[in-house]
């Protein structure tokens, strides 16, 4: 969360707004030896959607792709500078990865990778400007949203805007403020 958090502060990002559900898992989703679908399992996602300048897919290639490639090592008003940050995601353990973005100068672009990272495929691009990041895995113990509201509190309570530092940089959870 922290990592999503610094990554749209650095975008310049006015409002971050985590979304957190559930949702029937369907036949996609069912890994061999699992129960299968309508058996009750679900998948839980935590969606991070900003409204920062959104990046290019070749600069997400050179950059978010790449292991310990970073963009922001010379600008000094920037929070991640090693180029590992975004990777931290795979922590959640993610069944998938949907990354969404639509920058300011250029085409708008989206892709959805397997949770090994060895199948991807590009999906429907946003209409929105920013960047959104959607991650899927079979639900847990049910508390994802009270989770992801304490990892907010502790990362960013004192967050500001990149552009406006007397600013806070307001998140938000299913449409309540952290």
């Not at 006015?14 to 949702?23: L, P, S, W």
């Not at 490639?69 to 795979?90: M, T, Y």
Request: proline share 7%; with cysteine; net charge neutral.
């Amino acid at each position: 969360v922290r990592e999503l958090l610094q990554n749209s502060r650095d975008a310049g990002a006015n409002h971050v707004a985590f979304t957190v559900g559930e949702r029937p898992a369907g036949e996609a989703d069912v890994e061999p030896g699992a129960d299968p679908p309508g058996s009750g399992s679900k998948i839980e996602w935590v969606a991070c959607q900003d409204d920062g300048e959104g990046m290019t897919f070749e600069h997400a290639r050179r950059y978010l792709f790449a292991l310990y490639a970073s963009s922001k090592e010379d600008r000094k008003n920037q929070a991640g500078k090693f180029g590992v940050g975004f990777w931290s995601i795979l922590r959640f353990e993610p069944r998938t990865i949907l990354i969404r973005s639509r920058p300011r100068n250029g085409e708008p672009w989206a892709v959805r990778l397997d949770g090994s990272l060895e199948r991807a495929e590009h999906v429907e691009p946003p209409t929105r400007p920013g960047t959104e990041i959607v991650l899927e895995r079979p639900r847990g113990d049910g508390r994802l949203e009270h989770r992801i509201y304490d990892a907010v509190w502790q990362s960013a309570r004192y967050l500001h805007r990149r552009d406006a530092q007397e600013q806070p940089l307001p998140v938000t959870i299913n449409g309540r403020s952290a």
